[in-house]
């Protein structure tokens, strides 16, 4: 809302002097948003001027200019500039004649754009100034030719300051008005917010021409609403006044301050009417709507439209209608979107000598919808959509009224008409010393009672409690809640003091926050990288890394995507690191390791998005909600990881370190050391991931159950390829909620021993297609509880092996608690993990 200060000065006392900057800090404070100051952005002397005579002179480019003599001064005096009173201009426009008076911008002046005024010479003359357009000191667009200020009914005497006589000296101030404040949309708002927080004095312009001014049952208009199955159980129109205005002289030019106080409100001026009915809903916050009534056949009808109605707007687009749009009607049919725009048919214009005025009330919830399905916003559905005073339709009709007969020489007419079925405003209870509890500060009952009175709350005393209507034009004020805010924005935000909150013992972070954690800084600590990608991906991308085998995953797709090429929520974690390691790899950064945590979305087998989602102000029932939650995917955490490129980079004297499969193997074995658990690997496959470097990732619960939780390997060569992507890229993706489940709530530390301990090898041929992971079990359970650590060392397949087989080295690690162990006892500890792995796997010791 942009506010000139002339204005917003009829109404609140400001004191002389007061800046743009001093009222947007009094706004601030009571909760208005500052946003801008707007200003005409002319400087130095711009008067007004007489054109004395003319001289066309024809040019060779085909334009004729006029040499014109323009007095800029009286008679023998300076003029502002402190040159000579008659000055030599040179003006391309056509529009004038000798004796006009015209605005002058003199040498040293400066108009809007910035456009600094020089004496120049031009068409072989020196032009000392400018005869200037509406355009040219930014009052309007008009270009076509000079201002003549007769046509604003101005007859100022020559060398009159031209910037204050047409209001261009004045200064606007910007807010934004946030939805639940709609009131604030308007002079008659800002004023009082001023006035709340200044303590200047108001004047409600409302109360100017009364609130129920003489006129108000005027009758014998026709006026019907026909809204007997209204949408959501609310009536389209609770108030709807008109009134008849006479011999109106459309003609007449808008007066210059009204056009200057419009463009600075962010409003070109059209026509007088129309001006007017955009003045009046500036200044009380009403919107307008004036009718040609010689183009009105019979009265006025306000319904639903029907189906495949059209209306042809003011901006001379045909608009097909839904059946919830509002409409105002006659004989003829539709004539104007109710609360949102008129329709072309009964269009004011220069001819217009009859005009019926329109102050309504509309439903907002229907008003917004219809101003969105048409993408038609206005400055009357910007108001509507968020609320305007029921009791303002009253008195805007008869500002309008006024202001006609005024400016535009019109006579009120007794036609006209009057409905008012808006609700009474309930009285909100407010018990005692609730807002001091709420708020927390000792706020008095006198500075409760003060402050709701000032917002325009009439106040009722009942025992242990206040009874608090609100003012009609609050209608955001809604329970108890709502009138502690209001004190404690009137009383002073500052007097809420800043107080640090105390959490209360016991708590902090859950098990699970704190092992994801864990997890993520442990990745961070071993030269990891954690990157943040969108949940959005392609259906190609879900049905690639979503699951291990090809075929269609079930996937929720978005119904309003942001990027039409993935519109639909991820399943797994993987395209986004791809995705990141593809943007790095572009930028020069080729050694990479990458991890993520998030969410995937993982829908049942339940129909999504299933539930009807209630329109407008409607609240969902309990059946609807829990509809909704079934629909919800479910949404484990994840957390996923990718490496490229070279762990160890080339040193002097050191070969590179290419990364690969184990260091993705590696990052899941820290992760899962990260929250105590044991994982293992075993041979897997997935459709994305090279077939024989594809592992499953199974972690041991605290029972002795194992469960796969996940997947590491290597991208298909070929799919890297098309990937852009290196040969080698290993990655991983656990399914982080699951692994959390599976690890031990306490970790009991090994106890470090304190005795020496015996290393033995052990060579064990296999058939080729046992896994190495299924051998060292075996060992490890045949071995004992001497054996403290076991790890492969060693796959070889060659000379002095069978073909079809394998010689598999692992590296054994005995000992005991209570004494020093001997080689014959780690002997036949290993040989026994050697026989237990012969009975299950027909494992032989290599000679």
């Known amino acids: ?190 004023a009082r917010e001023y006035s709340h927080a200044t303590g200047a004095a108001f004047r409600d312009p409302a109360a100017a021409v009364g609130l129920y001014p003489a006129g108000e049952h005027a009758k014998g208009f026709s006026v019907g609403i026909d809204d007997r199955a209204p949408i959501r159980g609310r009536v389209g129109a609770t108030v709807f006044v008109t009134r008849v205005v006479r011999d109106v002289d459309g003609s007449r030019p808008t007066p210059a301050w009204m056009v200057a106080r419009l463009k600075l409100a962010g409003i070109r001026s059209i026509s007088l009417v129309v001006d007017i009915t955009n003045y009046v809903m500036l200044e009380l916050g009403q919107p307008i709507h004036g009718y040609d009534l010689d183009k009105l056949a019979g009265g006025i009808v306000v319904r639903r439209a029907h189906a495949g109605e059209t209306l042809v707007t003011l901006d001379d687009q045909t608009r097909t209608l839904d059946g919830e749009d509002l409409l105002i009607t006659d004989e003829s049919g539709a004539i104007g979107l109710a609360g949102v725009m008129g329709g072309a048919a009964t269009e004011i214009g220069p001819e217009t000598r009859n005009v019926l005025v329109e102050a309504a009330n509309f439903d907002p919830v229907s008003i917004a919808r219809t101003a969105r399905r048409h993408k038609l916003p206005s400055e009357a559905s910007k108001r509507f959509e968020r609320g305007v005073d029921p009791r303002v339709a009253v008195a805007a009709a008869a500002r309008v009224v006024q202001l006609l007969e005024q400016l535009a020489g019109g006579k009120a007419d007794e036609l006209g008409s009057f409905h008012d079925a808006s609700d009474e405003v309930e009285p909100i209870r407010l018990p005692e010393g609730y807002i001091p509890g709420l708020i927390g500060v000792d706020f008095t009952d006198d500075e409760v009672r003060d402050a709701l009175a000032e917002i325009g709350g009439a106040l009722t005393e009942e025992p242990g409690a206040l009874l608090v209507t609100p003012p009609s034009w609050r209608p955001d004020l809604r329970d108890k809640s709502d009138l502690a805010e209001e004190v404690a924005r009137i009383v002073g935000y500052d007097r809420i003091p800043s107080v640090l909150p105390v959490a209360p013992p016991g708590r902090g972070l859950t098990r699970a926050q704190r092992l994801r954690r864990s997890v993520s800084q442990m990745l961070a600590d071993n030269g990891s990288t954690e990157v943040l990608s969108f949940p959005f991906v392609s259906e190609h991308d879900n049905d690639l890394f979503g699951a291990a085998e090809p075929g269609g995953v079930r996937a929720v797709k978005l119904a309003n995507a942001l990027d039409a090429t993935a519109p639909y929520l991820r399943t797994s974690l993987l395209p986004g690191l791809v995705d990141a390691a593809k943007r790095n790899l572009a930028r020069g950064l080729v050694d990479l390791s990458l991890y993520e945590t998030g969410t995937v979305f993982l829908p049942g087998d339940g129909a999504l998005g299933s539930a009807e989602l209630p329109v407008g102000a409607e609240l969902p029932s309990e059946a609807t909600l829990a509809a909704l939650n079934a629909g919800i995917p479910h949404q484990p955490r994840h957390l996923a990881g990718l490496v490229l490129g070279n762990r160890l980079e080339k040193q002097p004297g050191v070969p590179p370190v290419a990364a690969g499969l184990s260091d993705a193997l590696d990052l899941v074995r820290q992760a899962a050391s990260a929250v105590g658990a044991e994982v293992r690997f075993v041979q897997g496959r997935h459709q994305a991931l090279h077939p024989g470097r594809t592992a499953l990732v199974v972690a041991t619960g605290a029972d002795g159950s194992e469960t796969t939780v996940g997947f590491a390997g290597e991208l298909l060569p070929a799919l890297a390829a098309e990937l852009d992507l290196p040969r080698v890229v290993a990655v991983f993706e656990l399914d982080l909620d699951l692994l959390l489940d599976i690890a031990p709530t306490e970790v009991v530390a090994r106890v470090i021993a304190g005795l020496p301990a015996a290393t033995q090898d052990l060579s064990l041929v296999v058939p080729a297609d046992v896994p190495a992971g299924d051998v060292l079990r075996a060992v490890r359970d045949g071995a004992g509880a001497l054996l403290e650590d076991i790890r492969l060392v060693d796959d070889y397949r060659g000379a002095g092996i069978a073909a079809g087989s394998k010689s598999l080295t692992f590296a054994l690690r005995f000992r005991a608690e209570d004494r020093t162990l001997t080689a014959a006892e780690a002997s036949e500890a290993k040989l026994a993990g050697a026989a237990r792995a012969g009975e299950l796997f027909g494992a032989a010791i290599r000679e």
Not at 59 to 71: A, E, Y
């Open 1 to 190: 809302m942009r506010v000139p200060l002339s204005w917003l000065g009829e109404y609140v006392d400001l004191e002389p002097g007061t800046t743009a900057e001093e009222v947007h800090a009094a706004l601030v404070s009571v909760g208005l948003e500052e946003e801008d100051v707007h200003t005409f952005e002319i400087a130095g002397p711009v008067v007004v001027g007489q054109v004395l005579s003319f001289e066309e002179e024809p040019q060779s480019n085909g334009k004729t200019i006029r040499w014109c003599q323009v007095r800029v001064a009286p008679e023998g005096e300076k003029a502002a500039d402190g040159g000579e009173d008659v000055r030599g201009i040179v003006c391309g426009a056509r529009n004038f004649f000798a004796g006009d008076k015209v605005v002058v911008t003199l040498p040293g002046s400066v108009l809007p754009g910035p456009f600094p005024i020089a004496a120049r010479k031009t068409y072989g003359h020196v032009s000392d100034g400018m005869i200037a357009s509406a355009r040219e000191l930014g009052l309007g667009d008009d270009h076509a030719g000079i201002l003549r200020l007769s046509t604003l009914g101005l007859d100022p005497e020559v060398g009159t300051d031209a910037v204050s006589l047409l209001g261009l000296d004045d200064t606007a101030v910007e807010v934004n008005v946030t939805p639940d404040r709609g009131y604030a949309f308007s002079i008659r708002g800002i």
